[in-house]
């Protein structure tokens, strides 16, 4: 049964990667869930430089993840989004890692008005593989940003049941998101961003055992990480060079209803020569499971930015 599996977030915690978050002041990178590092507003309202950010992360349940991401400048006001990313987990003793490829174009930020055109492509060859398509439009203030994105994901679920081998159950999962940022307050930020999922199945009936029999211990645990929705808000605190900001975010299973909440710390400092490092952590906790462990995460990396 899939409720005596560990948590998704004790074993496939995603990395911390806010690919396209990096047009939207952020400098920090997770695939669906995670911080964002927020930068001022006199910085994103100029034209913005290539970027390249690389992070790595840890957390208590042995959990390694990496990322690799790059914001680049193209003709006419617009960037090319481009990135990849991985995550090694324990699942009872057993080695389980996914992998993660974004694509995506954006208009320039520096517009009154921002689009946004992404693809991810994320899972475990022949266990469980998810695709998202997103558009995101933003709109620009002179010390704020509003933006609205709509998402289409198709998930695979491949049984390795010897009976009916190398079925491919296709779920397809419609979901809408916004973010507020405001920085008109001196040299604070603060964020408040949410999305809901909806499903195309009753991803609930994963839990019955005449069904969960015929998928891997990977594919159901991979599968709890399909959210009913997560929402997070965020304060910062942006000094000369420095940002510090704390984060809290929630979010609810699709396939058992229980609740992770998740605490982080977030700071930032840019060096010269355009290099920047990043650091993050925090804890998860499991509400309406009291008998998983808390989960500890840490992340670390640096981003490289120049003009062309």
């Known amino acids: 049964m899939m409720g005596s599996r560990k948590s998704v977030w004790q074993v496939v915690k995603p990395p911390l990667v806010i690919f396209f978050s990096i047009l939207t002041f952020s400098t920090s990178a997770s695939s669906e869930e995670g911080g964002e590092l927020l930068l ?27 990322s690799a991401d790059a914001d680049l400048r193209l ?12 995550n090694t987990s324990d699942l009872d003793g ?12 954006s208009s320039d930020p520096i ?12 899972g475990v060859k022949g266990e469980i593989k998810r695709q998202r398509w997103a558009a995101t439009v933003a709109r620009w203030g002179q010390n704020w940003n509003l933006q609205g994105t709509t998402t289409y994901r198709q998930i695979h679920l491949i049984t390795d049941h010897p009976s009916v081998q190398g079925v491919d159950v296709e ?37 019955d055992s005449r069904i969960n029999q015929f998928f891997s211990a990977e594919t159901l645990t991979l599968s709890s990480s399909f959210l009913k929705y997560n929402g997070a808000a965020e ?13 809290g975010s929630q979010n609810k299973s699709a396939i058992d209803d229980t609740r992770s909440v998740t605490g982080t710390l977030l700071f930032s400092i840019d060096l010269p020569k355009g290099i920047g490092l990043q650091l993050q952590g ?14 500890t995460f840490a992340q670390a990396g640096f981003s490289f930015s120049w003009s062309q």
């Open 282 to 295: 925090g804890r998860t906790v499991f509400p309406d499971t009291p008998d998983s462990s808390d989960v």
């Open 94 to 105: 057993d080695e389980l890692k996914t992998g993660t490829f974004r694509l995506g174009v």
């Open 235 to 247: 304060i910062g605190y942006q000094f000369k060079k420095l940002y510090f900001g704390v984060e």
């Open 111 to 122: 517009n009154e008005y921002q689009g946004t055109l992404s693809f991810e492509d994320w």
């Open 75 to 86: 003709p006419n006001e617009y960037r090319l989004l481009i990135g990849v990313g991985s």
């Open 171 to 207: 779920v397809h999962s419609p979901a809408a998101g916004f973010s507020i940022q405001y920085g008109g307050w001196g040299k604070w930020n603060i964020r408040l961003s949410g999305e809901k999922y909806w499903y195309s199945v009753d991803t609930a009936v994963l839990l």
């Open 40 to 66: 001022p507003f006199e910085q994103m309202m100029q034209s913005m430089p290539n970027l390249i950010q690389v992070m790595v992360g840890f957390d208590s349940e042995r959990s390694q993840t990496f």
